[in-house]
């Protein structure tokens, strides 16, 4: 199993001649752009990767489903996996091929074996984590998930996991229609990342989801995510890879 970091969430894995994508970003609109700001790194030009077996999306969110993106570079019949919850959002956007997982369920696509498990979207909108399995390897890619108590419950379905894709960046939101606003961190920070991480028994966390995006106070990064995680990955004995984007996990 070959593992590829693209931008913000986005992953590439291949097996053998098996390839997909998890929640790859090549754009964000100007809705978005208003909450997160301009990207402060580059994004991933999907059009420049090969066509996939399967583009999974964690949730809907715009930063995650990246419709225009997809539809330019692999067309509209290019296989996507989905939430149930959201697949009827997913087919409006122009997006024909697309089949919604329930947590638990599981699709075989090439040489890889994909199965949705529980996770906690920031904003209540449907969504899951994705367990990967291909090449006598395993690894979980955990979108935008704040901290939740299924991680114990994943780790005995689906351990041992070698690699957890998970984010890490802390945000505090606030939103113009979720009033009062939180002060809350609607997605994991570092240490809760790491945390995870060791709860999960995965053999490498890969930091995702960080240093792209920073626009306070309406979308506000945690200060010193990579510090930070560094830290507590060694605190608690945790392999920590921080992939440059584009870069492949050794």
């Known amino acids: 199993m070959q593992i590829q970091r693209l931008s913000w969430a986005g992953v590439r894995i ?37 066509q996939p077996s399967g583009v999974f999306i964690t949730h809907e969110h715009a930063d995650h489903f990246d419709a225009p993106s997809l539809l330019a570079a692999f067309g509209a019949n290019v296989p996507i996996y989905a939430p149930a919850a959201a697949v009827e959002n997913v087919r409006k956007t122009g997006l024909h091929n697309v089949t919604g997982l329930e947590v638990g ?15 906690v979207d920031g904003l209540g909108f449907p969504q899951v984590a994705w367990v ?11 979108g935008d998930t704040l901290w939740h108590g299924f991680w114990w419950e994943i780790a005995r379905e689906h351990g041992p996991i070698d690699v957890a894709l998970m984010p890490i960046n802390g945000v505090v939101l606030q ?5 009062p606003h939180s002060s809350l961190e609607a997605v994991l ?3 809760q ?7 999960l028994g995965v053999k490498t966390l890969v930091p995702i989801h960080y240093d792209t995006f920073d626009n306070p106070p309406r979308f506000a ?12 990955a060694e605190e608690r004995g945790v ?3 921080l992939l440059a984007q584009h870069e492949h996990l050794a």
């Open 132 to 142: 990967v399995e291909g090449g006598g390897k395993k690894t979980i890619h955990c």
């Open 221 to 232: 990064q945690a200060e010193r995510v990579v510090e930070r995680v560094r830290k507590a």
């Open 175 to 179: 939103i113009s229609y979720l009033k």
């Open 239 to 241: 392999s920590l890879a």
């Open 105 to 119: 369920e599981r699709v075989e696509v090439g040489a890889m074996h994909v199965t949705a498990v529980p996770s």
């Open 189 to 191: 920070t570092p240490v």
């Open 193 to 199: 990342a790491v945390e995870a991480a060791y709860i």
């Open 14 to 50: 291949t097996v053998e001649e098996t390839t997909i994508l998890i929640d790859p970003l090549g754009q964000i609109d100007a809705r978005m752009e208003r909450l997160m700001g301009k990207q402060l790194a580059e994004l991933t030009d999907l059009s420049a990767l090969s």
